[in-house]
Nanobody, 123 residues
């Protein structure tokens, strides 16, 4: 499974961005998808996840209420709408496909990863 994430860029604090991630294989439509982020020198951290049907979502505490993850049932594309961005949100954002239909923050549940897209939020 190959993943293509896009939508990153340079924005100011308070602005919004929408990331999208498309999996190459249609079978990914039956698997949960997740978003993670990483900054230089830090471990990759969980941001959000969405179940295979879009009905169950999870968020990290520091993005809950500002970010919204979504996908259409049966589709291999997931989105991450990021509002009220802060400089602390600056990172490379990665999308991933889980081996399960429902998944959360455990990185080991995601065997397939995209190449990452850079989000930079200036103050």
């Amino acid at each position: 499974v190959q993943l293509q994430a896009c939508g990153g860029g340079l924005v100011q604090a308070g602005d919004s961005l929408r990331l999208s991630c498309t999996a190459s294989r249609r079978t990914a439509s039956a698997n949960a998808m997740g978003w993670f982020r990483q900054t230089l020198g830090k471990e990759r951290e969980f941001v959000s996840s969405v179940s295979w049907d879009g009905g169950t979502t999870n968020y990290a505490d520091n993005v809950r209420g500002r970010f919204t993850v979504s996908r259409e049932k049966g589709k291999s594309t997931a989105y991450l709408q990021m509002n009220s961005l802060k400089p602390d949100d600056t990172a490379v954002y990665y999308c991933a496909v889980s081996r399960f239909s429902y998944a959360g923050r455990d990185l080991t549940a995601y065997p397939y990863w995209g190449q990452g897209t850079l989000v930079t939020v200036s103050s």
